[in-house]
């Protein structure tokens, strides 16, 4: 089951040069985060009750927002959906006709992810993801 809209992903090129930006337009400041399984570190902006606006930036050139970077530019990456259970919902999904990338859930910042592909979702990149425990 879908509980919320969990963070905003954005792919940027140079978190210094992006973070002072967002500060500005949200009126907070981010905490920082490594994801080295992702390839990428991020800057986190907690918006409202519970929101996030994740800022990314690839830490080498094999990261999948390196690859985005260069095709698409800086821009929107992804939505993340929170979930109950990460195995579940991607099953789930399947069924109804998305296509799954990796058919697999991993480690994000947040706690288990999966990806649905672009292409069955109308070219979003959506992630599903189940929080760690304790998390938000």
Not at 57 to 77: I, W
Request: proline fraction near 4%.
């Amino acid at each position: 089951m879908i509980k919320r809209v969990h963070h905003i992903g954005i792919a940027v090129k140079d978190l210094k040069e992006s973070i002072p930006l967002f500060e500005s337009l949200l009126g907070v400041k981010p905490r920082l985060e490594e994801a080295p399984s992702q390839k990428v570190n991020e800057a986190i902006f907690r918006v409202g009750e519970g929101m996030e606006i994740d800022l990314m930036e690839p830490t080498g050139p094999d990261s999948t927002v390196a690859k985005f970077l260069e095709t698409r530019g800086e821009g929107l990456h992804h939505i993340a959906l929170e979930v109950d259970d990460i195995n579940k919902e991607l099953k789930a999904m399947e069924k109804k006709g998305f296509r799954i990338i990796g058919n697999v859930s991993g480690e994000g910042v947040a706690g288990q992810t999966g990806f649905l592909h672009p292409k069955s979702v109308n070219g979003v990149l959506v992630e599903l993801l189940q929080l760690r425990e304790g998390g938000e």
